[in-house]
């Protein structure tokens, strides 16, 4: 079985999960306040996980979990003990489709509701509704990615089964979770509502459930203790080892401020140099923390057995957990690779640029709205596709795909204006196109003649946009994406054949070709670890996953960032298993998930490659760009949008406008977004959504224009003494009472409303 790289699953974890108690230097779990897992068999209505192909069905389609490599039985992910269910038989149920079902807990007070969950054709999800024995009810927006996102879930599998046999590709479970009134007495969960499984149709899909009990007076949960390969600095040149430790408040009584936790890892031969501190946490919320420590007399990768230390207030107590010392350097295998992970400043970042720029940049066109204009090349080479009677009657049929290289110019191009107008934008990172599937590289290569240096603007543009984000805009970091495969290249033709008059069938040169025995071998894989030699970009940006690369180039890459001290970062379609964060293109529709993701899509309506067929009043608006950002930042996501500049360098002014307009609205809000974390509670409550910059504040967005009063049945952490200010309004705390439904009703006077803009933002912090 092939765990998730934070090793969240284990069968038998010491430390995860530990109840710390306020009994002040003694740790005690008490069965009381474990974890009760709630047995889901009477609702069971689907095989999801197959004893051999063809035996499950989860999705309707004739997929399923494989059950050899699924852990089956008491399990814990995260901290939270489960029960998976054992499939041992061809045709056994083993999960609940999300249609409405009533689930009937154990009568008891709890503070949160831990599932197992998964989605398929897409993420799924709806509300989720809590049953008191007084009558009452509270409710929470609960979702999940779809199982085929890859491999950032809690529970990971390599492969699924199918109705012929086994797929390769990573499905997996993931964590949600629901919050519970410690209050009042549960009686039974309603799950949402999704859709029976059928090919195309979202469902979600529920493996285990389990409840956290209150316990009263002061008291914590570890719910996630792990070593990572993350660092961040300490003192003077030194790096600090990063040790993440989520705690779950499951008790009645807040920590504040006058007693803080404070968090600490020690073992033989490692120290804490970096400790970490919760100073704000209500009941039934949670604190995910990261503790820096060294461990300078061991060799960078030892084994070692650990302790986590809380103490404050009245908790004191040390917790056991095994942990890896030290961050050791990378070998070819998947078991070291897939060890690495997203660095601090990517996950914080939240908002980046994408910036597709090419020989397609030249004709610049595709049906609106419907195709990208970046594949003109391969659509101009279907007699089905409209570009192909596009390129006859513009360009005529003796007219090849290269003649547009001499036009590809960047005669406007400036590096310096760009990099400036990235900062407008409130953009931490931008990522250039490299090479794209066309096979022209923006780079100089010494692999291929087919390079911008060599012809067209004679010029390295990669190198002139890094060298000038460098001296402008020391603070945005630099990527770099890669096409893995090239439409035409004649040594592995990704269309089956080299180039070719569309028309006639005749065949064409491969400009600047230079041939080469083995594709992969001699072209592919040698340019990826020349990118990465010359530029050092901090995000590796694959595509296509076609033909996969060498697993020597993340082992490049990864080392020479421990080397350089450059924290790097790598996506998820190099075409290996092993990768820090996945890429959903063009989705509207997002899941919280607790593992980093980067949504990419265009301003355009569909294209990454300028399309000069697009009319201004085609591009996403302001309010929509905006409204997108939120809602990925508040599920744990980045938004990389994209701009297409012209052939000639310059990026269209409905672009530029539209990035500004973005900027000025983070240059108000932007401390609700950048450095910000999920809610583990819950991502969305309508039009509403959340972030949380810990300790500090907590962020309502509304994504629509607010009316008199914004209001949430969401268990809002907030203490009557706190304040409500809205950013961006300068007409002081706005008044607010607790609703019925258990969260807040906040006061919106008009000329607040008057002072936002495409998304009204809300921050819950202590009164000054």
């Known amino acids: 079985m092939r765990m998730d790289r934070r090793q969240l699953l284990a069968t038998t974890v010491a430390a995860s999960g530990a109840l710390i108690i306020g009994v002040p230097g003694v740790a005690r779990a008490a069965s009381s306040a474990d974890p009760v897992p709630v047995p889901l068999d009477d609702l069971f209505d689907n095989n999801g996980i197959g004893v051999a192909a063809g035996d499950a069905n989860l999705d309707g389609s004739g997929y399923g979990f494989p059950a050899t490599d699924l852990p089956t039985g008491a399990v814990t992910v995260d901290g939270v003990p489960y029960r998976l269910a054992a499939s041992t038989a061809a045709g056994q149920n083993d999960n609940v489709v999300a249609l409405g079902q009533t689930v009937a807990v154990p009568a008891g007070k709890y503070v949160a509701g831990f599932l197992l969950v998964t989605s398929t054709y897409g993420s799924s999800g709806g509300t989720a509704t809590v049953h008191y024995d007084d009558g009452t009810t509270s409710s929470v927006g609960i979702s999940a990615p779809d199982w085929y996102s890859g491999s950032a879930g809690a529970v990971t599998v390599p492969y699924r089964y199918g109705p012929g046999g086994s797929d390769w590709h990573a499905v997996s479970l993931y964590a949600a979770q629901v919050w519970m009134d410690p209050a009042r007495t ?62 779950l408040n499951v008790g009645t009584t807040w920590v504040t401020e006058r007693s803080p936790l404070t968090v600490t890892v020690s073992a033989d031969g490692v120290d804490t140099v970096v400790p970490a501190s919760v100073r704000v946490l209500a009941p039934g919320q949670e604190a995910r923390v990261e503790v820096g420590v060294d461990s300078p007399g061991l060799p960078a990768g030892t084994a070692v057995d650990a302790e986590v230390q809380v103490a404050g207030g009245a908790v004191r107590s040390t917790v056991a957990f095994s942990m890896t010392a030290g961050i050791p350097v990378y070998d070819v295998t998947d078991a070291s690779l897939s060890r690495h992970q997203a660095p601090d400043w990517f996950t914080r970042a939240k908002f980046g640029i994408f910036i597709h720029w090419g020989i397609y940049s030249v004709p610049a066109w595709a049906p609106v709205g419907k195709q990208y204009a970046e594949w003109y090349w391969q659509q101009m080479n279907d007699p089905n596709n409209p570009t192909y009677a596009y390129h006859e009657q513009t360009y005529g049929r003796d007219f090849a795909y290269d003649d547009f290289i001499p036009m590809f110019t960047a005669a406007k191009f400036d590096p310096v204006a760009w990099a400036r107008l990235f900062q407008q934008a409130g953009a931490r990172y931008f990522v250039l196109t490299s090479k794209h599937h066309e096979g022209f590289c923006l780079f100089d290569s010494a692999y291929t003649g087919r390079t911008s240096v060599k012809l067209g603007p004679r010029r390295d543009l990669v190198r002139e946009l890094f060298d000038a984000a460098r001296s402008v805009a ?14 035409f290249n004649p040594a592995l033709p990704w269309m089956g054949h080299a180039p ?40 590796l940006w694959g595509d296509i996953g076609y033909p996969g690369t060498d697993r020597s180039v993340l082992q490049l890459y990864f080392n020479q960032g421990l080397s350089t001290g450059d924290q790097v970062t790598v996506n998820d379609r190099m075409g290996l298993p092993d990768h820090d964060f996945n890429t959903p293109e063009y989705a509207t529709s997002f899941s919280l998930q607790t593992s980093t993701f980067e949504a990419n899509r265009g301003i355009d309506p569909f294209s990454f490659g300028y399309n000069a067929a697009t009319p201004d009043s085609a591009y996403a608006t302001a309010d929509d760009l905006v409204a997108h950002l939120v809602d990925i930042v508040s599920k744990n996501g980045n938004l990389l949008l994209d701009i297409g500049p012209r052939a000639d360098g310059t990026i269209p002014e409905i ?33 509403l959504r959340f972030t949380i910059r810990p300790d500090e504040a907590f962020y309502l967005h509304s994504l629509t224009p607010p009316g008199s ?60």
């Not at 064409?508 to 592919?524: H, K």
């Open 186 to 247: 549960a009686r039974s969960i309603t799950l949402p509502t999704t859709a029976a499984p059928a090919e195309g149709v979202s469902s979600m899909h529920v493996f285990a459930l389990s409840l956290q009990p209150v316990v009263t007076g002061a008291a914590v949960r570890l719910l996630r203790t792990a070593g990572t390969t993350r660092w961040m600095p300490y003192g003077r040149g030194h790096r600090a080892q990063i040790v993440d430790v989520s705690v």
């Open 709 to 768: 009063t914004v209001g949430t049945g969401m268990p809002v952490p907030i203490r009557d003494t706190d304040q409500i200010t809205m950013l961006g309004y300068q007409g002081g705390p706005l008044r607010w009472t607790r609703n019925p439904a258990g969260g807040i009703t906040i006061d919106v006077p008009a000329a607040a409303r008057e002072a936002g803009s495409h998304v009204w933002t809300f921050k819950v912090s202590k009164r000054r």
């Open 474 to 487: 020391p603070e945005l970091h630099r990527g770099l994406y890669y096409s893995l495969p090239e439409w």
């Open 500 to 539: 070719q008059n569309p028309y006639t069938g005749a065949p064409l040169p491969y400009t600047g070709y230079r041939e080469v025995a083995d594709y992969q071998r001699d072209l592919q894989v040698p340019q990826l670890k020349e990118i990465v030699t010359k530029y050092r970009p901090e995000v």
């Open 655 to 687: 672009m530029q406008q539209r990035l500004r307009e973005i900027g000025a609205w983070l240059a108000v809000n932007g401390e609700a977004i950048h450095d910000t974390t999920y809610w583990a509670n819950g991502a969305a409550d309508g039009d």
